[in-house]
């Protein structure tokens, strides 16, 4: 499908009108690395996945009472303030479902929650039937894969980075894999090509770079379901049209949920769920939502060039 990315500025100038909030997606990967918040049950069993189906069964949460939550982070967060509330959709095996809405919304929290990072406080989230509190952590993690620009590159090298986690990979499917993500040509640029050392003590990436090995690295760990979380790229036009071919490809035979600020990236979806302050205030497809008239189809005119500003209504809702 043909596809075209918007004006940057444009975009930034939409995040920046929602900007009230910090954003704390760039510390998930981060996040999924560190040693477990929740327990896990004596009697967890292995995660089977079959096809794919996940359930969100009115699912509430919040920070408040959670170990390990990010004081920062946590700074205007109250208490017991409820963070998402009543999130209920299902996606099909093999769907895609993208999450919209302003900073600060929920979305990265809602994900959060389908890799157990923290436990719901009410209703349930479920994989082909199996509640996520009652299969192993290392199982469920290992089903979900997750592209993102703010990849976590552990010190080691550029080889090992992509490889992480698929330890039974050979260099030739590392290669494989990084073509795919068009990530080849720059890591054959780079000093020592596949053994340069990256992360903080090595080779500094740029996000854009960063993001192309995250896809590798979900390339070649092949799960059953992906997260992808969209930054804004620092990319040229041109890789990015070409990192987001992968991407589609990556998404296309299995269960994927998308985190999308660029609403072009995610129009084919085969849902569409807006978050605004942790509720859903609209779903469905992208043409459902036009027709709709409500933020999407608003943030979408802005994004499409068609209006100029959002409409002062929607503004202040996201100030509120
Ligand atoms: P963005 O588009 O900026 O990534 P988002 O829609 O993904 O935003 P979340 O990151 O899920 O939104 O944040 C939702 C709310 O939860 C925000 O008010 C945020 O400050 C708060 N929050 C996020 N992470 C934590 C945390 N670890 N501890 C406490 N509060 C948090």
Redesign the pocket.
């Known amino acids: 499908t043909q596809r075209f990315i918007w004006p940057m500025a444009q975009f930034g100038q939409i995040i920046n009108m929602y900007q009230r ?5 760039a510390r998930m990967f981060g996040l999924m690395d560190e040693p477990s918040r929740v327990a896990e049950t004596p009697d967890a069993t292995d995660l089977e996945v079959r096809e794919g189906r996940v359930e969100y069964d009115h699912v509430t949460f919040g ?1 408040g009472g959670h170990e390990g ?2 004081e920062s ?2 700074a ?2 109250d208490e017991d303030e409820v ?1 998402v509330e009543d999130i209920d959709f299902t996606v099909g095996g093999g769907e895609t479902l993208a999450l919209v ?1 302003p ?7 809602v994900l959060k929650l389908l890799l157990r990072m923290y436990d719901v406080d009410e209703g349930a989230i479920r994989i082909d039937g199996q509640d996520v509190r009652e299969v192993t952590l290392e199982s469920l993690r290992e089903s979900i894969g997750y592209v993102s620009q703010d990849t976590f590159l552990f010190y080691g090298t550029v080889e090992e980075n992509i490889r992480y986690g698929t330890f039974e990979a050979d260099r030739d499917a590392v290669i494989e894999a990084a073509k795919m993500a068009e990530a080849h040509d720059f890591i054959q640029n780079l000093p020592e090509g596949y053994d340069t050392e990256v992360g903080e003590r090595g080779v500094k990436l740029s996000g854009g770079q960063r993001q192309r090995i995250s896809i590798a690295r979900a390339i070649l760990k092949d799960p059953d379901i992906l997260i992808l979380d969209e930054a804004t790229s620092d990319v040229d036009t041109e890789t990015e049209m070409l990192i987001q071919r992968s991407i589609d490809e990556l998404a296309a035979d299995r269960t994927t949920f998308a ?1 999308a600020h660029r609403l072009s990236t995610i129009r084919d979806a085969d849902q569409i769920v807006v ?1 605004e302050d942790g509720e859903i205030v609209e779903r469905g497809t992208h043409e459902d939502l036009l027709a709709n008239d409500g933020l999407y189809s608003h943030l979408w005119g802005v994004q499409a060039g068609e209006i100029d500003e959002l409409p002062q209504e929607f503004i202040e809702r996201a100030q509120r």
Do not use: N, P, Q, W
Request: charged content about 20%; glycine content about 14%.
């Open positions: 909030a910090r954003a704390s997606s920070y939550v990010d982070d946590a205007e967060t963070i809405g900073t600060g919304a929920g979305k990265s929290t985190i978050l």
